[in-house]
């Protein structure tokens, strides 16, 4: 009866809708404080200074080519508080900065049904701030920040307490992390492009039943983050450039019964450092010129990794304790050099992934220097024969003759990418 009520109410707003045509920074004010709920706001090319403005009916606000709101650093621009509001085709720019209030570009508070669509941020503290929303969308958004440091640079796009949000074909630059959850559940993030942000180009926490499908991540400070979540989806992204002393593709730590398939880890740091891990399916992804393609920490157990493909990493796989309970099986190791006499591609002797040296590394990083040295051979050597530093049970008892054969990930790049 509800959603009945509901669905009648704005066929009659758009029935009996009025668009204001506005030029001017005092026309603007006018035309949303005197519009009726579901009416539409043009705002006509050109730069309106302007100070906070703050919607608490369900408008519709439309730009014709580009119209720059600024706010010239001294507060934030637009504050919505009121469900079914839509905002399109307008650049937001010049947020201040604050360390006691999050100011943004757009801020959508307790409301549902909003669509933040095909807009330019520049320069704003935080993009697009969502907080206690339900089923609104951010989708085919610019937004781009001028980084100083992680203290004073806001969020690309932050959401806190969400359910049922869509994050999609947005491309972030220039932020503290590209994209921000914390307790944000049953939501998507897809093809997003983020990058060049200072610490994550995607951070999550207590965030569960979520799913982030052809996105890309690139050259960020640490990568991806996901921390104490369960039931996540990671599908068909690429983690890609993501270099530096405490980098990695993705960090999983305190995640549990998730499941992440068919990505892409291309030159990073580490690819995936996983502590506190548990259950969680690792299947046919690609790992390649990383590091260290995975850091499994001693504290994560009853893991699946299955049909991955392992290509010219420094490091397959790097531990920090003696007994590592995951399953590794079927999957391609490009140094492994046992043989397969049944021919049913499969090799007939078990794989060891973490070397002798990664685990003195492990424990003595200042071994590193002897990387390419001929002592770092002769001791991976001895190990495969004797073995006796390296984990016991951390082995893959099928190892794939041929590398698996992965569908390309496709992905069309947002607006600015």
């Excluded at 668009?19 to 006509?44: E, F």
């Amino acid at each position: 009866m509800r959603n009945l009520t509901i669905l009648f109410f704005f066929a009659t707003n758009v029935l009996f809708a009025k668009t204001w045509r506005v030029n001017t920074v005092k026309s603007l004010y006018q035309s949303i404080k005197q519009a009726s709920a579901g009416d539409s706001i043009l705002i006509l090319k050109g730069i309106y200074k302007i100070k906070n403005i703050e919607i608490n009916k369900p408008l519709i606000l439309i730009g014709k080519g580009f119209p720059v709101l600024d706010v010239q650093f001294k507060g934030e621009i637009l504050t919505i508080k009121a469900s079914g509001t839509q905002v399109r085709g307008i650049e937001f720019q010049n947020v201040g900065e604050t360390s006691s209030i999050d100011w943004a570009g757009v801020k959508i508070l307790e409301s549902e049904n909003v669509i933040i669509e095909n807009n330019r941020f520049r320069n704003c503290y935080f993009g697009v701030y969502l907080s206690a929303c339900t089923k609104t969308k951010v989708l085919n958004n610019q937004v781009i920040g001028q980084p100083k440091d992680e203290q004073t640079t806001g969020n690309g796009i932050h959401a806190w307490k969400c359910d049922s949000i869509l994050i999609a074909n947005n491309y972030v630059q220039g932020h503290r992390d590209g994209i921000y959850f914390e307790f944000v559940t049953n939501s998507k993030v897809l093809r997003n492009y983020t990058t060049q942000n200072i610490r994550y180009g995607l951070h999550f926490m207590f965030s569960h039943n979520d799913t982030y499908e052809f996105n890309q991540f690139v050259k960020n400070g640490a990568g991806v983050a996901v921390m104490y979540t369960k039931y996540v989806t990671m599908k068909n992204n690429i983690f890609r450039d993501n270099w530096g002393g405490a980098a990695y593709g993705i960090l999983l730590k305190d995640i549990a019964d998730s499941h992440i398939e068919h990505n892409q880890f291309q030159s990073n740091t580490v690819g995936i450092y996983m502590e506190g891990c548990s259950r969680t399916t690792f299947l046919q992804n690609e790992f390649s010129q990383n590091g260290i393609a995975m850091r499994i920490q001693a504290n994560c157990d009853d893991n699946s990794i299955k049909t991955n493909n392992f290509l010219a990493n420094t490091f397959d796989v790097a531990t920090n304790g003696n007994s590592v309970y995951n399953d590794l099986t079927q999957n391609y190791w490009d140094r492994y050099d046992g043989y397969d006499l049944n021919r049913d591609g499969v090799g007939d002797i078990s794989y060891r992934p973490v070397s002798l040296f990664s685990t003195l590394i492990e424990r003595v990083p200042q071994v590193m220097m002897l990387l390419r040295s001929f002592t770092a051979t002769l001791l991976d050597k001895i190990e495969k024969i004797i073995p006796s530093l390296t984990p016991e049970n951390l082995k893959d008892d099928k190892p794939l003759m041929k590398p698996i054969k992965l569908d390309p990930i496709k992905v069309d790049l947002p607006i600015g990418a």
